[in-house]
């Protein structure tokens, strides 16, 4: 029970990584609330985790709605008295729209830089004010692997991302002094329903070609890093990025032609 009685938000969680977060740190003691557009959704989850022993519960969230973010903090806060872990897990692209550098139209790449930094801004900002006046508190932010690496589309998916993992370094340390840690878990391709729905499986054997681990990984494994971060384990350890993604990055850029033969010898 590494997260007992910690209450733990974690935004676009119905699906995903996003829930496995929840399932994880619910497992571990935690009284987590899913943030989630979808109430309905939300709420059958949360009810058959529940019918499991677990402690789930739920508030709206939309990320075309900036207030809804302040809001969805104030709501745990006013129910449980305060929050001691915040997991900003929602992120978008349009794969139609997010293209290369010569192909995107600059209105579609700053909406969405847009969305996905001030999901993670206004949610930190607003679960900081809290954790100050408790004690401190760890906010986690999930990002991408493609936020280190660049990919040859989604420009916009990428540049947010690497931004995103900047800011998790300054929140660390404009934070710190009010006891609150900030970390960020990159994942690399995971078998998530989104990967299944916008990436061809030719292009899912290509990219395993460049992965050293030879996998894609699970969205319990990004969850296992943030369990990590949530808990007291990680109690000295801010503005760390870490990825979660089999190696993917690591090797020369050659790896991907080289490394079935090379296994063969």
Same mark, same amino acid.
């Given at each position: ?123 930190? =900002? ?27 589309? =989604? ?84 503005? =760390? ?25």
């Amino acid at each position: 029970m590494r997260l007992k009685n910690k209450v733990i938000l974690v935004t676009a969680s119905t699906r995903g990584i996003g829930l496995a977060c929840i399932k994880a740190c619910a497992k571990e003691g935690a009284i987590c609330y899913m943030a989630a557009r979808n109430l309905k959704t939300a709420e059958t989850t949360a009810t058959e985790l529940n019918q499991q022993g677990y402690h789930v519960r739920y508030v709206y969230n939309d990320a075309e709605d900036p207030e809804s973010f302040i809001h969805m903090i104030d709501e745990v806060v006013e129910k449980e008295g305060h929050i001691d872990v915040l997991v900003n897990n929602f992120g978008t692209s349009n794969p139609k729209k997010d293209l290369d550098f010569v192909h995107t139209d600059v209105s579609d790449y700053l909406d969405i830089i847009t969305l996905n930094l001030r999901s993670v801004f206004m949610a930190s =900002q607003a679960a900081a004010k809290y954790m100050t006046e408790s004690g401190g508190g760890s906010i986690i932010n999930i990002s991408s692997i493609g936020g280190l690496v660049p990919d040859i589309s =989604q420009i916009a998916y990428g540049t947010s991302k690497a931004a995103i993992n900047y800011l998790t370094k300054l929140i660390a340390v404009h934070a710190a002094v009010h006891n609150i840690r900030c970390n960020a878990v990159l994942p690399g391709m995971t078998a998530t329903e989104a990967v299944e729905k916008n990436l061809s499986k030719d292009f899912r054997d290509l990219f395993l070609h460049h992965i050293p681990l030879k996998r894609i990984g699970l969205p319990e494994e990004i969850a296992a890093a943030v369990v990590y971060f949530a808990s007291d384990e990680s109690a000295y350890t801010t503005g =760390q990025i870490l990825a979660v993604s089999g190696g993917f990055g690591l090797a020369t850029p050659v790896y991907g032609d080289l490394s079935d033969k090379t296994y063969r010898r």
